[in-house]
């Protein structure tokens, strides 16, 4: 009778490759070489790099982080196991302005000379008859992978990965499809954190009844000293297996050499790892050693950046867009204004400050759609919406929008417009609609209240009121006169003088405030 295979010693290193630490930590699931990890950088701080993924290797890593590139990136690794058993690694990312990073990879880990022999034994079982040596076979697996990620703010991102995994033994294939998930909180400039499920949809085809392992992962980073110094710490659950957590570091010892040092643990230390890096203009070349239970394995990689930083161009594209949008402003077209920050906040979606110049400008518009032609009125709230979407000086739009609501006290929306910059702004006392006389304007109505105050013996109040108006007019001399009463009959005759003398540069022949200056010399 025939039996079944024995295979050569290369088997055996291949089997324990995998039972440390790779096996030991997951049971030996399924498209557990996915889970080696791709980049000698990576690799280098021991694996550690789920959160800190911030080049093209962040297609393996962790999806979101793609959205920290800024140029296209080519990168390739290959990592000698042992002896006929090498890992490779290509990936290419290609940031878009607008449609997120996209990026392509192939991840294999291939072991050859695998010796394959036809035993026939006696019909007892107890004698070896006859041995035929059949040659040798190779043992491959191979995933190729599609990954995106994009910011949905300034400092949250999503990734998905589609994978495509194939296993070849001899004669024996099969394959698996599934999808990764992952997610990216920047924090701060220092720390950002991560998140992931791996193979939360997957389907098998082939000669086997596996399933992949859906797992679960979190990752943090610290950067310190202006990225000089870089900790990473990951933690790995696996379905049906342990726990496993990788931490490492990086030090920039100069902007173009760096040093790196990791462990692994399942939960105990099973490899420890060490790296160095180099930088020369848009190439970077990485190279690590871990150091495990079976002896070591070597890592190399070389990264490539190509084109214009994605960013830059990016940002140049966003201010074409709002300055296409403050031209609409100037001219008062505020529907078309809108449309044009609606497009750079849709280019630009983590872009706090378009947000709010969105919000701000649909908020005035609310009020005045639009604010055409070159008649005073408009012009005036024209310019003060501009003041309010702009928001560095509330107070200004106030004064602005004010000027506009004295020229046409009646126009209600307008007013309610006033009413809430005024609010934002955090004015005291609102605009109010004039209620004296039907030709009072807003000037007017000032006046009289600050008058109607004096006479009522509250003299704080005559000033506000009548520094509302000078906010709107500076040179009106009723206001001024009222404010320099006010000063006078709270015995601040000093102020008072000051003020009736600007009075007087304004109008030399004003006879009452002459009358007034000559009480206080």
């Known amino acids: 009778m025939k039996r079944a295979l024995r295979f050569g010693p290369a088997v055996g290193l291949f089997i324990a490759l995998f039972s440390v630490p790779a096996l030991a930590q997951s049971g030996g699931q399924p498209g557990e070489f996915m889970d080696y990890g791709a980049g000698a950088r990576g690799l280098g701080m021991g694996g550690a790099f789920f959160a800190v993924a911030d080049d093209a290797s962040a297609s393996y890593w962790n999806p979101a982080a793609l959205t920290l590139l800024h140029r296209k990136e080519f990168s390739m690794m290959q990592a000698t196991l042992f002896d006929q058993t090498t890992l490779n690694f290509f990936t290419f990312a290609y940031p878009t302005t607008d449609k997120g990073t996209w990026a392509v990879s192939m991840t294999q880990l291939k072991s050859v000379g695998f010796e394959k022999v036809s035993i026939t034994a006696d019909p007892s079982g107890a004698d070896i008859v006859d041995i035929k040596h059949l040659g040798t076979f190779d043992s491959s697996e191979r995933a190729l992978a599609f990954s995106w990620g994009r910011e949905v703010s300034d400092q949250l991102s999503f990734g998905f990965m589609a994978k495509d995994i194939t296993r070849q033994l001899d004669t024996s294939a099969d394959s698996f499809k599934a999808l990764d998930v992952t997610m990216l909180q920047k924090f701060s400039s220092t720390y950002r954190m991560a998140l992931g499920v791996q193979n939360v949809f997957s389907m098998v085809s082939g000669d ?20 000089s110094l870089l900790f990473g710490l990951d933690f790995i659950k696996p379905q049906s297996a342990s726990t496993q957590w990788r931490f490492g570091g990086e030090y920039w010892l100069m902007y ?61 594209e966003v201010r074409a867009i709002i300055r296409q949008a403050l031209e609409y402003f100037k001219a008062g077209y505020f529907t078309r204004a809108m449309d044009r920050l609606r497009a750079a906040m849709d280019a630009d979606p983590g872009n706090a400050e378009i947000r709010r110049m969105v919000t701000r400008l649909q908020a005035a518009m609310d009020y005045e759609p639009n604010a055409t032609g070159s008649e005073e009125v408009p012009s005036l709230i024209r310019r003060g919406i501009i003041a309010y979407v702009d928001g560095r000086d509330l107070r200004s739009s106030v004064n602005i929008l004010r000027q506009a609501f004295n020229k046409s006290p009646n126009d209600d929306r307008l007013l309610s417009l006033l009413n809430m910059v005024e609010k934002e702004a955090g004015v005291s006392e609102l605009t109010r609609k004039p209620e004296g006389p039907q030709m009072f304007t807003y000037i007017d109505q000032r006046t009289y209240d600050a008058r109607q105050a004096i006479y009522e013996g509250k003299y704080d109040q005559a000033m506000k009121r009548a520094q509302d108006i000078l906010e709107v007019e500076p040179n009106n001399e009723t206001a001024l006169e009222i404010m320099g009463s006010a000063f006078y009959l709270m015995d601040q005759k000093d102020k008072a003088k000051v003020i009736w003398q600007k009075v007087l540069e304004i109008d030399p022949n004003n006879a009452m405030v002459k009358n007034f200056l000559k009480q206080v010399q």
């Open 208 to 227: 086997t009844e596996d399933k992949l392992p859906l797992t679960l992962k979190f990752g943090q980073a610290l950067s310190l000293f202006k990225g």
């Open 256 to 316: 173009w050499a760096a040093l790196r040092f990791g462990v692994m643990g399942s939960p105990a230390i099973q490899e420890a790892d060490l790296g160095v890096g180099i930088k020369y203009k848009s190439l970077s070349f990485d190279i690590s050693q871990g150091m495990h239970a079976l002896g070591s394995t070597t890592r190399f990689s070389v990264s490539m950046r190509l084109g214009q930083s994605n960013k830059a161009k990016h940002d140049s």
